[in-house]
């Protein structure tokens, strides 16, 4: 537990088991960079390429454009992440074809006590091939964005011989009724299954710990969760204010905190009666800066210390708390914060182990204390900047109002857009607006409003730039911030997301890579290069003959005809969106076809 060489990536969490599949995810994140999001579906491409990757801030080496395609199309309509409906980040430019995957599975919501909603967890659902179920349960400091910061994770996976985690599955469950926007049946109703299932799953807690804990803040009154006082206290936390740092426990023997340079300096005379550290910079990247962008711009990348951690000994031993609160009033009486309280009576995991310094000789490995660098009080503090301050309200009420996309098809694959606001802007003067669709670079068109103040804006788009997600740019002063709503769609074609797929794979070249994708396997993988290398044939019946498709169809057909399935399905969207197959693949694929049949029926 938090040693600097246990490193583990977001991705790596949220891979299911060999032998397994996802079957329903639901995560939640403060900030949100949609880009991020398609990462989750990729970190089951990545299992089933058998691959791995190293960060999930990009699509890992290996992970082609139609290895993505596939693993959204498998998995897209089983993932939902509630994030703060102020946070949500435009993506980067590569791959906005693919956001009309992910739109649905994006809920916005905001706290019901007008603070952040902040909490970092994910309770996932895995199948095996028989269909038995298992659960996974993250508990994290880290948002869903390209971040450079030091976080924790704990991970929970369901054991028979675990421990019941009280008010996980009322968390779950409740989490739908704090969106900008009721969510889709079809959303709804699989989350609530798996919120029912939660109450009784048992979950083994990490090595050496006991006593599992989940504390919620931020929906009900809920118990101060730490004790009056202790012997030693360890607080980790970016951000801080000094009426929390008083009201944490009192300790008789070490009271030690952690935190950024800035925020210690803030705190004040509260946290001089802590022992104070910052992290050390070596273990980290620095992180690109937004220039004249407001202080919590989503599109900001953090670096520095992010983990929040409060650790106590008594004579009974040791309890940690870890999870999305930081030591501030907001984190423990506005904000939607969760903490996982986990018991331990190993002298490894106690405060005192913890801050312990190696002496000469010890093993090289790291450990926490070499993080910490000794801080003591400097002057010199970041001037108020209140435009900065200002942008950031009026983007967290502008993201509290429903939007609403009307599409209209003007002409055969050509579409008109009415993006408008339920409800008047409530814009201070001074702020200018523009915006564009998520799916689009860049748009020099001017917001209009109506007479009653509401947005109302208007665009023309092709089938894939068809796009919930609305990119808000609010500008004052030459400050700005940028932002992304998601608009409830109206009249968009039934079958977009067929058509897109045909679309995306509609020429000869992509739709054999991505047969090429959808049915490798562990025993013929096949890597980016050797996907792209495809390309360079002709799509002769001479040259399909060459390919690995045939071969890859065979084993398929051999192993689990079922997975033809999807082959099929995918044939008869390109055909049905007008696409066409390559020469000799229709001979192939019947024949293939006709035989997976017989197999599937009996």
């Known amino acids: 537990m938090v040693r600097p060489d246990n490193r583990r990536t977001l991705v790596d969490a949220l891979r299911p088991l060999p032998g397994t599949r996802l079957d329903c995810a639901v995560g939640t994140t403060y900030t949100l960079n949609l880009t991020t999001l398609l990462m989750v579906p990729a970190a089951h491409a990545l299992l089933d390429a058998g691959q791995s990757g190293d960060s999930e801030d990009e699509a890992p080496e290996g992970l082609t454009p139609i290895g993505l395609l596939d693993a959204l199309h498998r998995t897209a309509d089983r993932i939902t992440l509630f994030c703060d409906a102020a946070q949500i980040a435009p993506p980067l430019h590569r791959r906005r074809a693919l956001l009309g995957f992910i739109e649905q599975a994006v809920v916005p919501v905001t706290a ?284 967290r009420a502008v993201t509290a109002i429903p939007f609403t996309a009307t599409v209209a098809e003007s002409e055969p694959g050509r579409y008109e857009v009415t993006y408008r606001s339920d409800k008047p802007l409530p814009l201070p003067a001074g702020v200018e607006v523009r915006c564009r669709p998520a799916t689009v670079a860049q748009l020099d068109q001017p917001s209009v409003f109506d007479t009653e103040g509401r947005l109302v804006f208007c665009t023309s788009a092709t089938l894939t730039n068809l796009s919930a997600f609305l990119v808000i740019e609010l500008t004052l002063a030459g400050l700005s911030t940028v932002f992304v709503v998601r608009c409830t769609l109206h009249g968009e074609p039934e079958d977009r997301r067929q058509r897109l797929i045909a679309d995306l794979v509609g020429d000869a070249h992509r739709l054999v890579r991505y047969l090429l994708a959808l049915l490798a396997d562990d025993e013929l993988p096949l890597n980016g290069e050797e996907v792209d290398r495809v390309g360079a044939y002709d799509w002769t019946g001479a040259d399909l003959e060459r390919l690995p498709l045939t071969e890859v169809m065979l084993r398929a057909l051999a192993k689990d005809p079922g997975r033809l399935r999807e082959v099929a399905d995918l044939l008869k969207t390109v055909r049905d969106g007008g696409g066409q197959l390559p020469d000799g693949l229709d001979g192939l694929w019947d024949a293939v076809w006709h035989v997976a049949q017989e197999d599937i029926h009996g």
């Open 112 to 395: 019901p006590r007008g603070g952040a909603f902040h909490p970092k967890l994910w309770a996932l659902r895995h199948v095996d091939e028989a269909g038995r179920p298992t659960f996974r349960l993250l508990v994290a400091t880290r948002n869903l964005t390209f971040d450079r910061c030091w976080d924790t994770i704990t991970v929970l996976e369901s054991d028979p011989g675990g421990q019941r985690l009280a008010g996980i599955g009322d968390l779950v469950r409740g989490l739908p009724a704090l969106s900008v926007t009721s969510l889709p049946d079809a959303r709804h109703k699989p989350i609530a299954a798996l919120a029912d299932e939660l109450d009784a799953v048992r979950f083994a807690p990490p090595e050496g710990f006991r006593n599992l804990r989940l504390h919620v803040f931020g929906l009900d009154e809920g118990p101060w969760p730490f004790p009056k006082s202790c012997h030693r206290l360890l607080v980790v936390s970016p951000f801080l204010s000094s009426t929390t740092l008083q009201r944490l426990p009192t300790a008789t023997t070490r009271r030690a905190l952690m935190s950024r340079p800035e925020a210690l300096s803030a705190a004040g005379q509260a946290a001089s009666t802590y022992e104070c550290f910052t992290l050390n910079s070596a273990v980290l990247d620095d992180a690109p800066d937004v220039p004249r962008a407001s202080r919590d711009d989503p599109r900001r990348v953090q670096d520095g210390l992010h983990a929040k951690l409060y650790v106590t000994d008594d004579a009974t031993g040791t309890s940690w708390w870890t999870g999305s609160a930081n030591a501030t009033g907001a984190a423990f009486e506005r904000n939607v914060e969760v903490l996982l309280q986990l018991d331990t009576t190993a002298e490894r995991h106690s405060v005192r182990a913890l801050l312990q310094q190696r002496r000469e000789g010890d093993p090289e490995r790291r450990t926490f204390r070499d993080l910490l660098l000794s801080w003591e009080a400097e002057d010199g503090h970041e001037p108020a900047d209140d435009n900065r301050d200002e942008l950031d309200e009026v983007r």
